[in-house]
Structures are given as structure tokens and as C-alpha cells.
């Protein structure tokens, strides 16, 4: 018996370490991200609407350089995505399109910077459409 109790002691004060330590993990990443200049970015012109053809451009990415995390641009519709990534931490990012059966476009490596954010907010990609 005195066996089965070690054990769930064990067990507990393990539970209680681990579960401390993510807590410090958590409140450090959120301290740094409340401090972190984002940026908006937006694919194409002010005025593009997304087609809803499930042949077209399946939304936009942009993945970090330096950590690798891929942001993606928001279903708007059944086959139909924004043209805008909202709060990208700044950093170097590439910028492209998840391509269709007939359409895509090329992709750019940017460095956000205060200087390309528009009047209303947002750095403007622009990418080389194609379309079959």
C-alpha cells in the first residue's frame, strides 16, 4: 500500500512542476507579444473581391524567415478568401498565394517596415498574378 502511495505522490508533485513551469512559458510569451509591432498586409489592390471559383486562388500565406510560422488569410466564402493578414508580428516574411486548378501567383520575400504601411493601415503586396 505504502507503494501505490509514493507513487501517487510522485505522480502529484510531478504534475504540480510541470504544470508550473508552462504557466512561466505562457506569461513570458504573452508579455512579449503585448509589446510586439504587427503589421496588416493586404494581397492586391483596396478594391479586390475574392472569386468564389473553386478554380481560383485558394487565399494568401505569409511565413516568418527567421521562425518559420505560416499565417493564412480568412475563409470569406465556400471557396472564397480575404485578401488581408491582420497582425503579423514584424519580421521578414514570404508573401504568396495558395494556388487553384487555374489560377496563382508568384511569391515575395518582404521585410515589413513602418515605411510601407499605407494611409489605412495596411503594407500593400503585390504579387504576379497568372491565370490559365
Avoid at 470569406?76 to 491582420?86: F, L, R, T
Avoid at 513602418?114 to 500593400?124: I, K, S
Wanted: hydrophobic share 30%; proline share 2%.
Amino acid at each position: 500500500m505504502n507503494y501505490l502511495k509514493n507513487i501517487f505522490i510522485f505522480l502529484l508533485v510531478t504534475g504540480i512542476f510541470f504544470s508550473c513551469d508552462n504557466d512561466n512559458e505562457t506569461l513570458e510569451e504573452s508579455s512579449i507579444t503585448k509589446n510586439q509591432l504587427v503589421y496588416n498586409v493586404r494581397f492586391g489592390s483596396l478594391n479586390a473581391t475574392p472569386s468564389n471559383d473553386p478554380g481560383g486562388i485558394q487565399g494568401y500565406y505569409a511565413t516568418n524567415q527567421n521562425t518559420g510560422k505560416t499565417y493564412y488569410s480568412e475563409r470569406v466564402g465556400e471557396y472564397a478568401y480575404d485578401n488581408k493578414i491582420e497582425n503579423l508580428p514584424a519580421g521578414t516574411y514570404e508573401f504568396g498565394a495558395i494556388e487553384g486548378y487555374w489560377e496563382g501567383a508568384s511569391s515575395e520575400v518582404i521585410t515589413l517596415r513602418q515605411d510601407l504601411v499605407g494611409e489605412d493601415g495596411f503594407v500593400y503586396i503585390q504579387l504576379q498574378y497568372w491565370s490559365e
